[in-house]
């Protein structure tokens, strides 16, 4: 067995993998509050069980293959001012908890929102703006213009009406996972903790940009496509020296 072209082929699924991670940061980047997924590769050695328990299976090879690892990068993006009462942004800590349509809490750094035909706080896919107790946050016809204040309390005129849920994670890396439109619990009896104010402050008229840079992300697809041709090239030139090989040793005198 060519072990070099099992090598060589397990690289270039990995960087097939990379390149799909890049494209979706970039298709995902025009997104208000977009989390990038950051990636690593890792070499585990031939024989070697991954992602287990590292154990050592009993006839080892001598090589190691590339394991690409990924994980959301949760650095806050640039808050881009738009003058729209409608959009939030949340600077420092903690996420906005939304409620979609089977009643689960979804959490999010987008915090652009509508007011529906019943006068609830919604999100672009439909999803209830929560308040820091757990339920949808319902404004009153024609009480006035909507205000919020850094610490997230919504005023309807001089009326204090909710107050916009902000919650926070221990570990966001062990604690969410992704999903469309936001993150969710990894595990459902998981309760976040309301977040502490003096750790964010809500901006009315503010969108946090996504943490996607364009010219990262470019360089990345320029490294994947030199590593692909590197790797294709390789396989080439050991496929070349094994038919050389049989040839010669094929050979009967």
Same mark, same amino acid.
């Given at each position: 067995m060519n072990l070099s072209l099992y090598e060589n082929a397990s690289a270039l699924r990995g960087l097939e993998q990379y390149q799909n991670v890049i494209a979706n940061n970039i298709a995902a980047s025009h997104v208000a509050g977009f989390k990038k997924v950051a990636v690593s590769f890792e070499a585990v050695e031939g024989g070697e069980i991954p992602r287990s328990t590292h154990g050592r299976l009993r006839h080892e090879m001598p090589g190691s293959f590339p394991i690409m690892k990924n994980q959301v990068d949760y650095n806050e993006g640039e808050m881009k001012e738009t003058n729209n009462p409608n959009d939030l942004a949340l600077r420092g800590e903690g996420f906005f908890a939304l409620l979609n349509q089977e009643g689960d809490s979804v959490y999010s750094r987008d915090g652009q929102f509508y007011l529906d035909a019943q006068g609830t706080m919604v999100n672009s896919m439909g999803h209830q703006f929560s308040d820091d107790g757990g339920a949808s946050i319902e404004t009153i016809p024609g009480a006035g213009d909507i205000t919020i204040d850094k610490e997230g309390q919504v005023f309807q005129g001089n009326q204090n009406i909710a107050k916009i849920g902000v919650f926070s994670f221990e570990n966001p890396l062990l604690d969410l996972q992704n999903v469309g439109g936001g993150f969710v619990a990894k595990n459902p009896d998981l309760v976040p903790e309301v977040a502490d104010p003096e750790n964010f402050t809500v !901006?009315?008229?503010?969108?946090? #940009? #996504?943490?996607? #840079?364009?010219?990262?992300? !470019?360089i990345g697809l320029i490294e994947v496509s030199r590593a692909h041709e590197a790797n294709q090239k390789m396989i080439q030139t050991f496929d070349q020296n094994l038919g050389k090989a049989i040839g010669t040793l094929g050979q009967t005198q």
């Open positions: !901006m009315q008229g503010y969108l946090e #940009s #996504s943490n996607v #840079s364009a010219i990262e992300e !470019m």
